[in-house]
């Protein structure tokens, strides 16, 4: 975990110490590790270069064209961290996006422009599996190991506490720099799961609730509020300039999923947004 103690006296934050654990969240930090594909073991949690796909898996499609490959997360590397045992205990995710036009993901016409895939069967049947054609689209991104970490993440909204303006200031400089995790001035993108997505624009569980309900529900309505609470961030990718993927403007992509969804490994229910400056 992250020297919060640290974080906290540099803000100046140290005597709420108590207030602020109380509203942070647990997520699992990812950390790139630079070493040859080759090096990677399949099945293995990583970042680009090609996927380890079971024979029954094939590439996802989208406009006639096939979706890049993100990444794949081994859940049972990741397991030691998932404080709220929320993610399966075993089995793969692997994410697929468009990302040579990097639809929003919310309006109807950008269905099917990322895919979520699930294997937990033996990894024995997993195999490095190659792009099936190279085209003009043809993108796939460097390779690099995962490593997974405790990480905590902290909402941008929090009950009304007894906090002066300097606290509260001081305390949204703190998240930032918390959850940005950087280290000798080097700032790592923010690449994790589960707990709060650090958004950019609105708050991400609300914006998702909201477009799958336009025209049903108001915005900062109480139904909207509460349907939010219902959703998990799955995964969160920040650009990245060794992936060298830049999601519009210095943006993050968030897949999230409902609770229930979630329990029942229904990972085709996976929920999609992309944000940006």
Same mark, same amino acid.
């Given at each position: 975990?992250?020297?919060i &103690?640290? !974080?906290l006296?540099? !803000? ?11 509203? @942070? @969240?647990?997520s $699992? ?5 630079n070493v040859?594909?080759? &090096?990677?073991?399949?099945?293995? %949690?990583?970042f680009?270069?090609? =996927? ?7 590439y ?5 064209g096939?979706?890049t490959?993100l990444?794949q ?8 961290f ?5 993610? =399966?205990?075993?089995? $793969? ?9 990097? =639809? #929003?993901g919310? &309006?109807?016409e ?10 937990d069967?033996?990894l024995?049947?997993?195999?490095r599996?190659?792009y ?9 991104l460097s @390779? ?7 990480? /905590? ?6 009950e +009304?506490?007894? #906090?002066?303006?300097?606290e509260?200031?001081n305390?949204? +400089?703190?998240?930032?720099?918390i959850?940005? +995790?950087? +280290?000798?001035?080097v700032? !790592?993108?923010m690449?994790?799961?589960?707990g ?13 609730? !909201?477009?799958e ?5 108001? #915005? ?5 509020? %509460?349907k @939010?609470? *219902?959703?998990?961030?799955?995964f969160?990718? *920040?650009? &990245?300039?060794d /992936?060298?993927v830049?999601w519009?403007d210095a943006?993050?992509l968030y897949?999230?999923?409902?609770k229930e ?6 990972? *085709? ?9």
């Amino acid at each position: 975990m992250q020297n919060i &103690d640290q !974080y906290l006296e540099e !803000y100046d934050l140290l005597h709420m110490k108590e207030e602020i654990l109380k509203i @942070a @969240a647990s997520s $699992i930090g990812i950390i790139k590790e630079n070493v040859s594909e080759e &090096d990677i073991p399949v099945g293995s %949690s990583k970042f680009g270069g090609l =996927p380890d796909l079971p024979s029954k898996f094939s590439y996802p499609t989208y406009n006639d064209g096939y979706l890049t490959f993100l990444a794949q997360l081994n859940l049972e590397e990741a397991k030691l961290f998932d404080k709220n045992n929320l993610l =399966p205990h075993k089995g $793969i995710l692997y994410f697929f996006y468009d990302i040579m036009e990097q =639809p #929003w993901g919310l &309006d109807g016409e950008d269905e099917g422009c990322f895919k979520v895939l699930y294997f937990d069967g033996n990894l024995e049947e997993l195999e490095r599996t190659p792009y099936p054609e190279e085209t003009e689209d043809y993108f796939p991104l460097s @390779a690099y190991k995962v490593i997974f970490h405790e990480k /905590l993440s902290f909402s941008e909204e929090f009950e +009304e506490m007894e #906090w002066d303006e300097e606290e509260i200031e001081n305390f949204y +400089e703190f998240r930032e720099h918390i959850m940005q +995790e950087t +280290e000798e001035d080097v700032s !790592y993108p923010m690449h994790y799961m589960l707990g709060q997505p650090f958004n950019i624009q609105n708050d991400v569980f609300e914006e998702i609730v !909201y477009y799958e309900n336009k025209e049903k529900l108001s #915005w900062d309505s109480k139904e909207i509020h %509460s349907k @939010a609470e *219902d959703l998990v961030l799955l995964f969160q990718m *920040d650009s &990245d300039d060794d /992936l060298e993927v830049m999601w519009g403007d210095a943006g993050i992509l968030y897949f999230c999923i409902n609770k229930e969804n979630l329990q029942k490994r229904q990972f *085709d229910e996976v929920k999609f947004t992309l944000q940006c400056y």
